[in-house]
Antibody, heavy 120, light 107 residues
Framework: QVTLKESGTGILQPSQALSLTCSFSGFSLSTTGICVSWIRQPSGKGLEWLADICWDDGKGYNPSLKNRLSISKDTSNNQAFLKITSVDTADTATYYC????????????WGQGVMVTVSS | DIQMTQTPSSMPASLGERVTISCRASQGISNYLNWYQQKPDGTIKPLIYYTSNLQSGVPSRFSGSGSGTDYSLTISSLEPEDFAMYYCQQYDSSPNTFGAGTKLELK
């Protein structure tokens, strides 16, 4: 059974760095064709893909935030991480991690999401 | 970036009704089009990948079709659990992008 769960800082001040962790089970990030992605959703708005990290350590970033994003993984402990630097109020959102299956080219399992608020 | 335009943004419908949600890409996406369902509690469920392939466990009343720039999701007979938000997503070109969503509401 595949599960993913996000955790991270709930409330931050502008200019701080946001660190998020995706802890998963039921699959390995060393399996060919498997990646973990981060997607966010401001309240009442749509979904925005942020970044991927894959089995071969390949990484992808959304160019709109690329300079502020850093994704990494700990394969042995089944975790993936996202760091966003210099946050501001526009980064307030629910952050989801999801498994990306290269074979189906879709996000086939999602976490429940973690709410992050940026406020002074 | 490829823009994904979903229509309608909201749709009142009745139990048992057949509904279709449309998604148009700003350029051709070679059938790399996925659909997701989001419930009010935020839970997101994948429904269809690569235009018309049902994810495991998704009821057969859901179907997808399309090509080029135009795609659609059809629910053949609405069940109570189908009233939710629906999003399309393209995976042809990076960054992958989502439509703004369609809210399926009980009439």
């Amino acid at each position: 059974q595949v599960t993913l769960k996000e955790s991270g800082t709930g409330i931050l001040q502008p200019s701080q760095a946001l660190s998020l962790t995706c802890s998963f089970s039921g699959f390995s990030l060393s399996t060919t064709g498997i990646c973990v992605s981060w997607i966010r959703q401001p309240s009442g708005k749509g979904l925005e893909w942020l970044a991927d990290i894959c089995w071969d350590d390949g990484k992808g970033y959304n160019p709109s935030l690329k300079n502020r994003l850093s994704i990494s993984k700990d394969t042995s402990n089944n975790q993936a991480f996202l760091k966003i630097t210099s946050v501001d109020t526009a980064d307030t959102a629910t952050y989801y991690c999801a498994r990306l299956n290269i074979g189906t080219t879709d996000f086939d399992y999602w976490g429940q999401g973690v709410m992050v608020t940026v406020s002074s | 970036d490829i823009q994904m335009t979903q229509t309608p943004s909201s749709m009142p419908a009745s139990l048992g009704e057949r509904v279709t949600i449309s998604c148009r890409a700003s350029q051709g996406i070679s059938n790399y089009l996925n659909w997701y369902q989001q419930k009010p509690d935020g839970t997101i469920k994948p429904l269809i990948y690569y235009t018309s392939n049902l994810q495991s466990g998704v009821p057969s009343r859901f179907s997808g079709s399309g090509s080029g720039t135009d795609y659609s999701l059809t629910i053949s007979s609405l069940e109570p659990e189908d009233f939710a938000m629906y999003y399309c997503q393209q995976y042809d070109s990076s960054p992958n992008t989502f439509g703004a969503g369609t809210k399926l509401e009980l009439k």
